[in-house]
């Protein structure tokens, strides 16, 4: 099994930005493809970005390519998305989710774990 613990959300204005960050315990880190998604109210999770297990493969979402960064510390067992521009329709529940030796598929049914969540709050 593998804990998931997200932190870093809170209340930002549109243009501002914030770093999520997700620790992970369990299993070997350096194993871990890692990803975030975003749930907002009433909606399935989406995909944001992953980063391999090596970190020599991330992937990004359309809407967030130029504007988030992933990056991973298999030092520190831990997982950051640098977020930058916010914008209002970016307010959701942000999910940390790990699988093990993944590919990073966008489909939240190819993910193995997942954490609570941090919420994000983009104000205009």
């Known amino acids: 099994q593998v804990l998931l613990v997200e932190s870093g959300g809170g209340l930002v204005q549109a243009g501002e930005s914030l770093i999520l960050s997700c620790a992970a315990s369990?299993?070997?880190?350096?194993?871990?493809?890692m990803g975030w998604f975003a749930q907002r109210p009433g909606k399935e999770r989406e995909f944001v970005a992953a980063i391999s297990w090596t970190g020599s493969r991330i992937y990004y979402s359309e809407s967030v390519k130029g504007r988030f960064t992933i990056s991973r510390d298999n030092a520190t067992n831990t997982m950051s998305l640098q977020m930058n521009s916010l914008r209002c329709e970016e307010t959701a529940v942000y999910h940390c989710a790990a699988d093990q030796w993944g590919v990073g598929r966008p489909g939240e049914n190819d993910w193995q774990y997942w954490g609570q969540g941090t919420q994000v709050t983009v104000s205009s």
């Open positions: 369990g299993l070997p880190f350096s194993s871990l493809t």
